[in-house]
Nanobody, 125 residues
Framework: QVQLVESGGGLVQAGDSLSLSCAASGFTFSSYVMGWFRQAPGKERAFVAA???????TYADPVKGRFTISRDNAKNTVYLQVNSLKPEDTAVYYCAAAFARAGSDYSTQRLYAYWGQGTQVTVSS
């Protein structure tokens, strides 16, 4: 059974940092692209970052330079380090897994087969 379990969210102040984790099980983690998405109140879910099986990364423009995605294939875990948080970063953060296919745009949600339940990040001003 496939599971993605996020953790590490919370209530913080603007400028603070958080470390989000997503523990995966039930599939061959190292063969999948892992992504983070977020859904702010009243908005559609949006791409945040993705990391490929090779370790290459891609980020959405609003988080470049502040967020860092990483993965540990030995632990079947993907991380999202979020720094210099802003109130507009408030959202539910989801991790997701997409089977790796050459030439695909992994900012596209429909490529992701598996999703976690999300972890809430709230940033106060």
């Amino acid at each position: 059974q496939v599971q993605l379990v996020e953790s590490g969210g919370g209530l913080v102040q603007a400028g603070d940092s958080l470390s989000l984790s997503c523990a995966a099980s039930g599939f061959t983690f190292s063969s999948y692209v892992m992504g983070w998405f977020r859904q702010a109140p009243g908005k559609e879910r949006a791409f945040v970052a993705a990391i490929y099986w090779s370790g290459s990364r891609t980020y959405a423009d609003p988080v470049k330079g502040r967020f860092t995605i990483s993965r540990d294939n030995a632990k079947n875990t993907v991380y999202l380090q979020v720094n210099s948080l802003k109130p507009e970063d408030t959202a539910v953060y989801y991790c997701a897994a997409a089977f790796a296919r050459a030439g695909s745009d992994y900012s596209t949600q429909r490529l992701y087969a598996y999703w976690g339940q999300g972890t809430q990040v709230t940033v106060s001003s």
